[in-house]
């Protein structure tokens, strides 16, 4: 599986951004996806994840309420919109495939993406 991840860039203090990851080389439609992120000396954290049908999410406590994720299927594309962004928020973004039909991709077993920089001035 190839995942394409774009949309990083550099925002404020409270701006927005979205960030896209197409996938090819399978059938994206049952496989559950999400985003991680990895910060300068840190491991890489769990951001969201979304179910294969789209139905179920979930969120980071430290993006809750800020950051929606969301897929089109028949894109075979997951979305990531990010607002009301924290100097915090600052890391490359990865988007994470399920290794497994039905599943949901985790820091320690997912496909990944080659990631996107998001960098929040303050």
């Known amino acids: 599986v190839q995942l394409q991840a774009s949309g990083g860039g550099l925002v404020q203090t409270g701006g927005s951004l979205r960030l896209s990851c197409v996938a090819s080389?399978?059938?994206?439609?049952?496989?559950?996806m999400g985003w991680f992120r990895q910060a300068p000396g840190k491991e890489r954290e769990f951001v969201a994840t979304?179910?294969?049908?789209?139905?179920?999410?979930d969120y980071a406590d430290s993006v809750k309420g800020r950051f929606t994720i969301a897929r089109d299927n028949g894109k075979n594309t997951v979305y990531l919109q990010m607002n009301s962004l924290k100097p915090e928020d600052t890391a490359v973004y990865y988007c994470?495939?399920?290794?497994?039909?039905?599943?949901?991709?985790?820091?320690?077993?997912?496909?990944w993406g080659q990631g996107t920089q998001v960098t929040v001035s303050s």
């Open positions: 080389g399978r059938t994206f439609s049952i496989y559950g």
């Open positions: 994470g495939a399920a290794r497994s039909p039905y599943g949901r991709p985790n820091k320690a077993s997912a496909y």
């Open positions: 979304i179910s294969y049908s789209g139905s179920t999410t």
